[in-house]
């Protein structure tokens, strides 16, 4: 049976004392349910407050990103070996923020700012490759527009970035996990619903399996992300093909995270 994983993704949030009084109060919730494996996601300036705000409890710490090249001069950029010296044995890679393909803008979301992140299937995949290597668990997203969700080209899109981020690597020798976030889902309010991200998950399996191996892909785990919140979490998370939720704005209060952990299949 896979163990269901909720992953709390504070985006760019938190300052350290937030990041103590946030990491307090999910400890709490995971506490009661140490059959869910729950992590947080700090920016990287709280990574090691929330470690040793974590430290001897069943909540897991995970970094945003990272880099493919160990050292050199590319300001701004985090190493695997730095994160491996923080003790951060989890990192996402591919997030749709990072990718650069939107949905429906919020307010004041500066999309032609954020497109010069620059994420591609080829840099998300060199990340994936460098996390695995210094032994770090990558989860890794993918995900439609609203655009390519409308052209009935969801599938299509969600395997090969599938296929493309796991270039060069065995799932069946190799953990990873995958998120499925809609773009369009992102930030805005709208959820997929439950039946239909049920089903893209299983596009992911189904991709992975032919990849691989049909024990790989009953093994991997894949969360659903894109506005889950306490009142949508539990219908969710009782799919099949579900196995746990990336939040965003959810996470970053106490009571709601603690909710959608507790909504967690037992």
Same mark, same amino acid.
């Given at each position: 049976?896979?163990?269901?994983?909720?992953?709390?993704?504070?985006?760019?949030?938190?300052?350290?004392?937030?990041?103590?009084?946030?990491? $307090?109060?999910?400890?709490?919730?995971?506490?009661?349910?140490?059959?869910?494996?729950?992590?947080?996601?700090?920016?990287?300036?709280?990574?090691?407050?929330?470690?040793?705000?974590?430290?001897?409890?069943?909540?897991?710490?995970?970094?945003?990103?990272?880099?493919?090249?160990?050292?050199?001069?590319?300001?701004?950029?985090?190493?695997?070996?730095?994160?491996?010296?923080?003790?951060?044995?989890?990192?996402?890679?591919?997030?749709?923020?990072?990718?650069?393909?939107?949905?429906?803008?919020?307010?004041?979301?500066?999309?032609?700012?954020?497109?010069?992140?620059?994420?591609?299937?080829?840099?998300?995949?060199?990340?994936?490759?460098? $996390?695995? $290597?210094?032994?770090?668990?990558?989860?890794?997203?993918?995900?439609?527009?609203?655009?390519?969700?409308?052209?009935?080209?969801?599938?299509?899109?969600?395997?090969?970035?599938?296929?493309?981020?796991?270039?060069?690597?065995?799932?069946?020798?190799?953990?990873?996990?995958?998120?499925?976030?809609?773009?369009?889902?992102?930030?805005?309010?709208?959820?997929?619903?439950?039946?239909?991200?049920?089903?893209?998950?299983?596009?992911?399996?189904?991709?992975?399996?032919?990849?691989?191996?049909?024990?790989?892909?009953?093994?991997?785990?894949?969360?659903?992300?894109?506005?889950?919140?306490?009142?949508?979490?539990?219908?969710?998370?009782?799919?099949?093909?579900?196995?746990?939720?990336?939040?965003?704005?959810?996470?970053?209060?106490?009571?709601?995270?603690?909710?959608?952990?507790?909504?967690?299949?037992?």
């Amino acid at each position: 049976m896979r163990r269901t994983i909720i992953a709390g993704n504070w985006k760019m949030n938190c300052t350290r004392a937030d990041a103590r009084a946030l990491v $307090a109060g999910v400890v709490v919730a995971a506490s009661q349910r140490p059959d869910v494996e729950v992590l947080v996601c700090p920016p990287y300036t709280a990574l090691e407050t929330a470690t040793a705000a974590a430290a001897g409890t069943n909540v897991g710490v995970a970094a945003q990103n990272l880099f493919w090249k160990p050292k050199g001069a590319y300001t701004g950029q985090i190493s695997a070996a730095m994160l491996v010296d923080l003790k951060i044995s989890t990192v996402l890679v591919g997030h749709s923020e990072t990718r650069g393909r939107f949905g429906v803008p919020e307010p004041d979301f500066d999309e032609a700012v954020l497109r010069h992140f620059g994420e591609s299937d080829e840099t998300v995949n060199r990340k994936v490759i460098t $996390a695995l $290597a210094a032994g770090i668990r990558p989860i890794i997203c993918v995900g439609e527009t609203l655009a390519e969700r409308s052209a009935g080209a969801t599938d299509v899109v969600v395997a090969d970035q599938v296929r493309k981020a796991l270039q060069n690597i065995d799932p069946a020798q190799n953990e990873v996990v995958f998120a499925y976030e809609p773009v369009w889902a992102i930030g805005t309010g709208e959820v997929c619903a439950p039946d239909e991200a049920n089903r893209v998950c299983g596009v992911i399996r189904q991709t992975v399996a032919e990849l691989s191996t049909q024990s790989a892909a009953s093994s991997l785990r894949v969360q659903y992300g894109g506005s889950v919140k306490p009142d949508n979490a539990a219908d969710l998370l009782s799919r099949t093909n579900i196995d746990g939720a990336l939040v965003g704005g959810a996470s970053l209060n106490a009571a709601d995270f603690t909710a959608i952990i507790l909504a967690a299949p037992v």
